[in-house]
């Protein structure tokens, strides 16, 4: 069975309701939700990280954080019970996940892989994420996923980004 085959198996099993919407097939979070017609902060953006959690001994971690945000690898690591984080090599967050990279799900399917969940992503009307697949995307409350995917919930984003725009002159103008 597949990731894809696991997640709708775990949504319908749970009777919870959700969308299921094809598209170009696309892995970046900015450009999916596009795509999909959302702000990118409903996106769920689902990363694989590894932690240090002493000498020699790692764990992987599973951070979901709103689209529009970075992971914090510093609050991901105290989180996890560890000294550091760093993103794990696309090989081993592909075969923990069983998605390809830029598809994984806000689901871990591996005991290996625990999953932390930015309490943020709570704060939106409906939340989305690729479906395992690069052309398929779900969307669902963010309370009904917190029930279904039972994540530990910590605050693993960075703050947002505020962009300071400077105006510039139109040509001809002063």
């Not at 597949?2 to 969308?19: E, H, Q």
């Not at 979070?29 to 953006?45: N, Y």
């Not at 075969?95 to 799900?105: D, H, N, Q």
């Not at 300071?164 to 002063?174: E, Q, S």
């Amino acid at each position: 069975m597949t990731t894809y085959d696991r997640v709708l198996a775990l949504l319908d099993g749970a009777g919870c309701g959700y969308r299921e919407v094809t598209h170009r097939a696309e892995g970046r979070t900015d450009l999916a939700s596009l795509l999909r017609g959302h702000p990118l902060h409903q996106s769920a953006k689902s990363i694989v990280l590894r932690v240090a959690l002493g000498r020699k001994r790692s764990a992987y971690v599973l951070t979901v954080v709103p689209g529009d945000r970075r992971v914090d690898l510093a609050a991901a690591a105290r989180t996890a019970g560890g000294a550091r984080a760093d993103f794990a090599d696309r090989e081993t967050a592909e075969r923990l996940t069983g998605c390809v990279s830029g598809a994984i799900v806000p689901f871990s399917f591996d005991p290996r892989l625990r999953l932390v969940v930015d309490p943020e992503l709570l704060e939106q009307d409906e939340i989305w994420f690729n479906a395992a697949r690069l052309d398929r995307s779900l969307a669902m409350s963010p309370r009904t996923y917190a029930e279904v995917a039972r994540p530990l919930f910590a605050a693993v984003a960075e703050p947002p980004r505020h962009t300071t725009v400077t105006p510039v002159a139109a040509p001809g103008g002063r």
